[in-house]
């Protein structure tokens, strides 16, 4: 069974980068047809999906932060990592790393990790 751990710093300040990691375990995540993606709740905004990586390392973008957002993975390591750039207040959620089949699948999901942007 996969497992995914998100971890990350807690507090980030504006206008600085945030970075979380995904560590996943039970699976590789070069397995052919799933997806590694990054999905963040807010009081405010729901559920939001944010990116994804594909098993050859291809990336994908929600179109609303394609220009702040880089998703890229550690096959030796077995994770893949977020980076935020240019964070505000309103970036302020919890993070979920999150897998499945294609870009829709969403069978595995981690624990979450609450990042607050604050100065």
């Known amino acids: 069974q996969v497992q995914l751990q998100e971890s990350g710093p807690g507090l980030v300040k504006p206008s600085q980068t945030l970075s979380l990691t995904c560590t996943v375990s039970?699976?590789?995540?070069?397995?052919?047809?799933?997806?590694w993606k990054w999905i963040r709740q807010s009081p405010d905004k729901g559920l939001e999906w944010m990116g994804a990586?594909?098993?050859?390392?291809?990336?994908y973008y929600s179109p609303y932060l394609k220009s702040r957002t880089s998703i890229s993975r550690d096959t030796s390591k077995n994770h893949f990592t977020l980076q935020l750039s240019s964070v505000t207040p309103e970036d302020t959620a919890v993070y979920y790393c999150?897998?499945?089949?294609?870009?829709?699948?969403?069978?595995?999901w981690g624990k979450g990790t609450q990042t607050t942007v604050s100065s």
């Open positions: 999150v897998t499945g089949q294609y870009l829709r699948g969403m069978d595995s």
């Open positions: 039970g699976a590789s995540i070069t397995t052919n047809f799933y997806y």
């Open positions: 990586i594909g098993p050859s390392g291809s990336t």
